[in-house]
């Protein structure tokens, strides 16, 4: 493959599966392990240092140029001059993951599952062809933010917490002078805090819920001190700012010329009811995060739709196993938990790939499933407190003006996807996708894929369908020629 030389030293006399083979004159290269990891964020890299300090031999494959994923993503060195590194255990679990030889393939895209459902395929960065073999596949591709269109929604200036937050923690560069923070989920208050941070007034944090609200539910937080500590920073750093938290509020609209300059809100309960507009440069709109199942779907694995939130995730057990023998789910891939409870996951996938080889340990075990399930209590308490995204979705859903932009890859409106879902695909999401091309474009429905699920259920009047796109390959745009050299040659052999 063009400029891809990346080669690892095996044992002295023993030649090492992880070493590049090359298929030949087309381009391409296989690389073979005993593990691959898909995803370099907390749950990838916990099970990959688990695994190879076992002395399996690991791949690990992101897209990002590093890893770490969003959670452990390396700040500029001005901000680390500015706040300190506030996550120092990423920097220690990369070195670690390095120290043991795991085989890093930071800027690889992975994208498709050939035939056999054992060897995946991937761009390298210099667009090169690359085969990736392994016993056992852990999916750990982490989560996508849950966006729902409003007009106006399409400005510069209207972003997502995510992007948000990235630019504030990592580069110290605020997305506006004075912003809005909005949507629901306990992902909104770090992201203010972040904006304060990086210098930004924050008008207010319009929350969809209200949990904040004191209540007999959100008594049961104090079983859980570390977060509640977590919750109170951040409370705390807000209170010093005096930046509002309006419960109860959702955006429903923005205007400008040429960006953001005004925000609209309104009531949850009556989005079609506006209650006020204030004047902004930015505006961050986010509602939680959604599982990315496209590469597990693609592999074979039972998928379930969540009524309460509206999403699709991998069936898996305690130890992230799926229904396609020696491929697991990881990580938010599983089902949205925070970082902690990433972790935990990563490290029982590890831990149940080892006791199948005969190398495991079972207290290890115990102990860690003893940990998910107490995370896992806090993640059932924190959903409890927050509204149910899927009842968020029917609401905005139906208070969205035909004329706004839903799918902006193909600019697809609100109410060309009522008319093909109302008149010509019976209801069904696939067959709207078909009619109205929402979902078609470059991002291949991760944006606008909640929102037109949320429209196709109205006009089936409530029926809960498919909550989610078919997974297509390739999962991510790939240049033409990836595509015509994989295409000459059929995947063969086995994995390491």
Not at 43 to 51: C, E, F, K, N, V
Not at 72 to 84: I, N, Q
Request: charge should be positive; hydrophobic fraction near 45%; aromatic fraction near 4%.
């Amino acid at each position: 493959m063009r400029g891809h030389g990346r080669r690892t030293a095996g044992r002295a006399g023993v030649p090492d599966p992880r070493r590049p083979r090359h298929d030949g004159g087309d381009g391409t290269m296989t690389l073979s392990h005993d593990v691959l990891v898909v995803g370099g964020g907390p749950a990838g890299l916990s099970a990959a240092a688990r695994l190879a300090a076992a002395g399996l031999t690991v791949a690990i494959a992101d897209e990002q140029p590093e890893l770490g994923g969003q959670y452990f993503r390396r700040p500029s060195p001005a901000v680390l001059r500015a706040h300190g590194d506030h996550r120092p255990e990423g920097g220690r679990l990369i070195a670690r993951v390095r120290e043991l030889g795991v085989d890093c393939l930071t800027g690889h895209l992975v994208w498709g599952v050939a035939d056999d459902g054992r060897t995946l395929f991937a761009t390298a960065p210099d667009g090169g062809a690359v085969r990736l073999r392994a016993r056992h596949v852990i999916v750990a591709t982490g989560a996508y933010e849950r966006t729902h269109p409003f007009p106006g929604w399409q400005l510069p200036g209207v972003t997502t917490p995510g992007f948000a937050q990235h630019l504030a923690a990592a580069d110290g560069t605020p997305v506006g002078r004075r912003v809005l923070v909005a949507g629901s989920g306990p992902f909104l208050l770090p992201v203010a805090c972040s904006l304060l941070d990086a210098g930004a007034e924050v008008v207010a944090v319009a929350e969809a819920g209200h949990p904040y609200t004191p209540s007999l539910r959100a008594t049961a937080a104090l079983r859980h001190p570390a977060r509640l500590r977590e919750l109170a920073g951040y409370m705390a750093r807000l209170a010093r700012a005096r930046v509002p938290i309006w419960q109860g509020r959702v955006v429903t609209g923005a205007s400008g010329d040429g960006r953001v300059s005004s925000v609209t809100v309104a009531a949850t309960a009556d989005p079609a009811r506006p209650l006020g507009s204030f004047a902004v440069d930015a505006v961050c709109v986010g509602y939680g995060f959604r599982p990315q199942p496209e590469l597990a779907r693609l592999l074979g694995c039972e998928i379930r739709a969540d009524a309460a939130t509206g999403d699709a995730a991998p069936v898996t057990d305690a130890f992230g196993r799926t229904s396609r023998p020696g491929v697991y789910v990881v990580g938010e891939a599983a089902g949205i938990g925070g970082v902690h409870l990433a972790r935990a996951r990563g490290l029982l996938a590890a831990a149940h790939i080892l006791g199948a080889r005969g190398a495991g340990d079972r207290r290890e075990v115990v102990r860690l499933a003893a940990r998910a399930r107490a995370l896992g209590r806090f993640t059932a308490l924190s959903e409890a407190l927050y509204p149910s995204p899927a009842a968020l979705q029917d609401a905005l859903a139906g208070a969205l003006p035909d004329e706004t932009v839903v799918c902006r890859c193909e600019a697809v409106t609100a109410a060309d996807v009522r008319a093909a879902a109302a008149d010509r695909a019976g209801g069904d999401l696939n067959a709207t996708k078909s009619w109205s091309r929402a979902g078609m474009g470059p991002c291949q429905g991760r944006f606008c894929g909640f929102a037109v699920a949320g429209l196709v259920r109205a006009a089936r009047e409530g029926e809960r369908g498919e909550p989610v796109f078919p997974a297509r390959q390739p999962v991510r745009p790939v240049p033409v020629e990836t595509l015509l050299a994989l295409g000459e040659q059929e995947p063969e052999g086995d994995a390491a």
